[in-house]
Structures are given as structure tokens and as C-alpha cells.
């Protein structure tokens, strides 16, 4: 009798508070097509698939990092027909990838199921212009491959040019392979008009490039959240792979079968594996079997600006001491305040930013919770008479810039930054600080801040980036509260 083997738990796992799931549908309906999940795909789908109790998605990111060949995208594909054949809300997914064939691979995987399912190939669209059998709704060209159904819903396949997120959207849309994924662009904000959005990151461990930049900022959070629950969080997060310690040890079977959930089910074999072992060097063999890659040490630091550059930025007394933690009226008028909220919308915080005798300096004000009395609480900065503001700033296209109506409700007037002038103040601000030109307060929040901060791409020039590692919003506050001072 030959032994049942179960799989090996993911190493890190974080799901958010969530009250059900839709997944038990996707996996029946992926059954009826002929794709059964395995006991390990089953759990990751529920959790990837939770809704809360006002039925909407419990995470609005889900992260699924595994050695290749482990059924990633077995529980995309039924992920994808829920979403076409179940969903209320799924009008339109995309699928993306780093590679063309990976992608129009996927493409096949998917439409197979459906054509080879009589009561869903029925679904899809057809005025009778499909190329020979296929229905019309079925579109295989080159890089425009699709599917719709005659109810409008869609599931289009896209090749990420350049590694980059930007130009896709969709209720879904899917980054397979996003170990290459360097720029989501306007992606993410363009998803707050979506009803009900999800993005989803499929993966093995990324890779020794900066195109993989994204993905590591994504497996710092969900590994965190697997150490330290936070369930206000909207990422799941998933990944198997094996501990650190086998990479001294990497022909260890445990290794093998900890990383690799396919083991289990017979999908990946020691056989398979020795042939990889054999082929690839230790750090390959590391990284793309076992999921080992240097993740304790290589969390961007001091990558916008240096650390010494910063340090100069330290505004000093008139005898060269660093300025009193606790010294006030150090800025002068004109002063103005810049308002930013958290992506969790969390916590707000506000910078000011005005001249000093040596120059112009910011700092921050305040951090606290999003509420009531935190939005009291500047309303009265805003509107003290005794120290003048000259402009209360937010950016119109953030998060924060849902505040303003609140805002204005309590006397304060907003002026909002666009998105074009945000550009500008970015690049002149990190100039003024690369070059000593502004003195910034040290805080812990702003330390904190620009030691992690990151950069992406906008057109030509660049921002500052939200979904980076840490919390962006006390450096982009400075941005704008610097540029508040000339409105």
C-alpha cells in the first residue's frame, strides 16, 4: 500500500477578517470543466476568495508565491471562470505576464475548459463571425486573445511590455509571472471606481533585479502580516517555500517537500526535481525550487535620497546643535499644510512646511487616526489666527483627497495638487534635498519614511510610491507642503 502523502503548509499565510467565501462554487464549477484542485489549492482559493460581511472581497490583494509547476495557475484558471461564468460584479478580468507564450499558454488552458464544457461553451458570445468552429466571442489573434460571453463578460490575455503594470485594468486583473513587474502605474487608483476590484500576484521567489522590486515589497508586508496578524489589512497573502536554514543543506528532501506542495498530489517528482538540481546552480536551484532568496537583508534603504544627504538636512541652531526636539516657531510664514492618508486609510498626517532663518524647512505635525476629532484638530491648525496658514494641501488623485468635502465642511479650504504638479514638486523637492536646500525636522515617521521610499515611474519624470514598503505619506507630505508654500 503506498503511503498518502499531505502537503506541507505554506511557510507564510495571512488571510484578512472575513465572514465567508465564494471559492466552494469556483471549485465545483472548475470540477464540472474538468480541473479538480487538490486539497492545497482548495484552502489557498478559499482564502484568496474570503468576503467580508457586507459581501465584498476581504482582500483586495492576493499574493501567491510557490515554486513553479505547483498549480499557481490552476487556481487562476478557476478563479477566472468563476469570474466569467459566477461572479455578479467580475465584467471584466485581465489576465496579464511577463512572456507572451506564458501568457497565450494560459489563453489555451482556459479556453480548453470551456470548450470542452458544452453548458459554458453555450454562454459564450457568437454572431456567427468566428474563425471556423469557434465562437465568435473566442478571439485567438495575436496579442488580442479574449474571451466574452453573450452577457458582456470578459477575460482578456495581455503581454506586460517591458515588465510594466501600467495601460491594464479590469474588476481582476491578474500579474502572473510577477517576479517581473516593475511599474503598476495607474493602475491601483484606477481601481477605487471599481465596485468590487481584486489584483492578484502570481509568482515564484523573485528574482536579483530590480524588476522584482514590486514583488519583494509585496512579500515584506505578507510576511509580516503572517508574523504579526494585522486584520485591518487588505492583502492575502500566501507563499510556500522552504526555511532559510536548507540553503546550507539544499539536497534536503524536507526542503523539497516543504516548498513544494506538488509533491503531494504527484505533480512534481524527487525524480523531476534531481534533473533540476543537476541543471541549475545552487542559486537557482535555491530560488526556483526550494523559494530560498535573500529576504532579511535586502529591503530597500536610502534608494530616493542617501542617508548623509538627509542627515544634512537637519536644521541647527545658530552655534551648529541639532534644533531641540522640543524648540517651537521655527517655522515662519508663509506656512502651509499638506494632508495625507494612509492606503488603509488608517492615519493621517499632516506636515508644515514654511521658512527658516537658514531656509526653507518641514516637518511633521501630526499623525493620528482617521476620524472626527483628527479632522477637528486641523481644522483648528488651519484656522489659527495666531499662526497663520497660508494653504491646506491635499493630492487630489490620493487617498486623502476623499477628506476634502469633510474638510471644507469645517471651514478649511482645500487646495488641491494635481497630478501634473505633483510631478513637478517631486522632482524640485528631492533636488532641494539632494543639494541641502531643505531643512526637514528628524522624526521617527519621517525617518522612517525616507529611508524607505521608492520611486516610480510617471511618463517621464517620477513620484514617490505609495505602495511601497513602510508608509510613504510623511516624504509625499513634504512634497506638497513644500509646494503649498507658493499657492
Not at 271 to 279: G, H, L, N, Q
Request: proline share 6%; aromatic share 6%.
Amino acid at each position: 500500500m503506498t503511503a498518502t502523502l499531505t502537503a506541507a503548509p505554506p511557510r507564510f499565510r495571512f488571510v484578512p477578517l472575513h465572514a465567508s467565501t465564494a471559492a466552494q462554487d469556483a471549485i465545483d464549477l472548475g470540477e464540472a470543466a474538468g480541473l479538480k484542485l487538490d486539497d492545497r489549492q482548495q484552502d489557498d482559493l478559499r482564502a484568496a476568495m474570503a468576503r467580508t460581511a457586507d459581501d465584498r472581497w476581504a482582500a483586495t490583494e492576493v499574493a501567491d508565491v510557490e515554486p513553479r509547476q505547483n498549480g499557481k495557475g490552476s487556481k487562476l484558471e478557476v478563479r477566472q471562470l468563476w469570474g466569467l461564468f459566477l461572479s455578479p460584479h467580475d465584467i471584466l478580468q485581465t489576465h496579464t505576464a511577463h512572456r507572451f507564450d506564458t501568457c497565450l499558454d494560459h489563453f489555451r488552458r482556459v479556453r480548453g475548459l470551456i470548450e470542452g464544457t458544452p453548458e459554458l461553451l453555450e454562454l459564450v458570445k457568437d454572431n456567427g463571425r468566428g474563425v471556423g468552429d469557434l465562437p465568435s466571442g473566442i478571439k485567438d489573434s495575436n496579442g488580442k486573445e479574449s474571451i466574452e460571453l453573450a452577457n458582456g463578460r470578459r477575460l482578456n490575455f495581455k503581454a506586460r511590455s517591458k515588465g510594466s503594470g501600467r495601460g491594464f485594468s479590469g474588476d481582476v486583473v491578474y500579474f502572473d509571472e510577477a517576479f517581473w513587474l516593475d511599474d503598476l502605474g495607474s493602475l491601483i487608483p484606477s481601481l477605487s471606481a471599481r465596485r468590487d476590484p481584486q489584483i492578484w500576484y502570481a509568482s515564484s521567489a523573485p528574482l536579483p533585479r530590480v524588476e522584482s522590486d514590486r514583488l519583494r515589497a509585496v512579500v515584506r508586508r505578507g510576511r509580516a502580516l503572517a508574523i504579526t496578524p494585522d486584520l485591518k489589512s487588505r492583502l492575502c497573502y500566501i507563499e510556500y517555500s522552504a526555511d532559510p536554514k536548507y540553503a546550507l543543506d539544499l539536497d534536503n528532501p524536507e526542503a523539497l517537500f516543504q516548498a513544494n506542495p506538488a509533491m503531494a498530489s504527484g505533480r512534481l517528482t524527487v525524480e523531476f526535481a534531481a534533473v533540476e538540481r543537476e541543471a541549475m546552480s545552487d542559486e537557482e536551484y535555491a530560488r526556483e525550487r526550494l523559494g530560498i532568496f535573500p529576504d532579511e537583508d535586502d529591503e530597500p534603504q536610502w534608494l530616493v535620497v542617501t542617508e548623509a544627504q538627509y542627515q544634512a538636512c537637519a536644521p541647527k541652531l545658530a552655534d551648529g546643535t541639532p534644533l531641540p526636539a522640543d524648540a517651537e516657531g521655527w517655522l515662519q510664514a508663509p506656512v502651509a499644510l499638506s494632508i495625507e492618508l494612509t492606503q488603509d486609510r488608517e492615519t493621517i498626517t499632516v506636515v508644515a512646511a514654511g521658512q527658516t532663518d537658514s531656509g526653507p524647512g518641514a516637518q511633521v505635525l501630526l499623525r493620528a487616526p482617521n476620524n472626527a476629532d483628527t479632522l477637528s484638530a486641523i481644522a483648528g491648525l488651519a484656522n489659527d489666527s495666531a499662526r497663520p496658514i497660508t494653504a491646506v494641501v491635499v493630492d487630489s488623485g490620493s487617498q486623502a483627497g476623499s477628506l476634502v468635502p469633510d474638510l471644507e465642511a469645517l471651514d478649511v479650504t482645500v487646495v488641491e495638487c494635481s497630478t501634473k504638479e505633483l510631478v513637478k514638486a517631486t522632482g524640485s523637492t528631492l533636488d532641494a534635498i539632494r543639494t541641502g536646500g531643505l531643512l526637514l525636522r528628524p522624526s521617527p515617521e519621517l525617518d522612517g519614511s525616507v529611508a524607505k521610499a521608492e520611486l516610480r515611474k510617471r511618463g517621464d519624470s517620477e513620484l514617490i510610491d505609495r505602495w511601497a514598503a513602510g508608509d510613504p505619506t510623511p516624504f509625499i507630505g513634504v512634497v506638497l507642503a513644500r509646494w503649498g508654500m507658493g499657492q
